[in-house]
């Protein structure tokens, strides 16, 4: 057997009816294509398809909520000249009192 040449159809705007799997192959496939570095046809392909194993993968991953809340936290402490000071101290900025 000589050289084979392969060539992929598919529909760009059909992208989120593949199953993930084909999809895959899809972008393997199209990052492993002869065209040239920088070439905007299959940049533009290969970034769609991206785009939509990203989408894909960030609706089965449900946010983290409320890891970090500004109010429930006390301020950052910074050493300073041997003792802990919190960020407006550490800074030379005016502390009011809590409370």
């Known amino acids: 057997m000589g050289q084979v040449e392969i060539t992929l159809t598919f529909d760009d705007e059909k992208l ?3 199953e993930d799997s084909y999809l895959a192959a899809l972008w393997h496939a199209v990052q492993a294509s002869p065209a ?6 299959a ?3 290969v970034e769609l398809i991206g785009r ?6 960030l609706r089965g ?5 409320w890891n970090h809340q500004g109010q429930a936290q006390s ?3 910074f050493p300073v000249n041997g003792s ?5 101290e ?3 900025l005016p502390v009011e009192p809590a409370g």
């Open 43 to 45: 940049g533009e392909v």
């Open 36 to 41: 040239p570095h920088g070439g905007r046809p």
């Open 84 to 88: 802990q000071q919190s960020w407006p």
């Open 16 to 18: 989120s009816s593949y």
């Open 52 to 57: 939509e194993i990203i989408s894909r993968w």
């Open 75 to 77: 301020p950052p402490q």
């Open 61 to 65: 991953t449900p946010p983290q909520l």
């Open 90 to 92: 550490a800074v030379g």
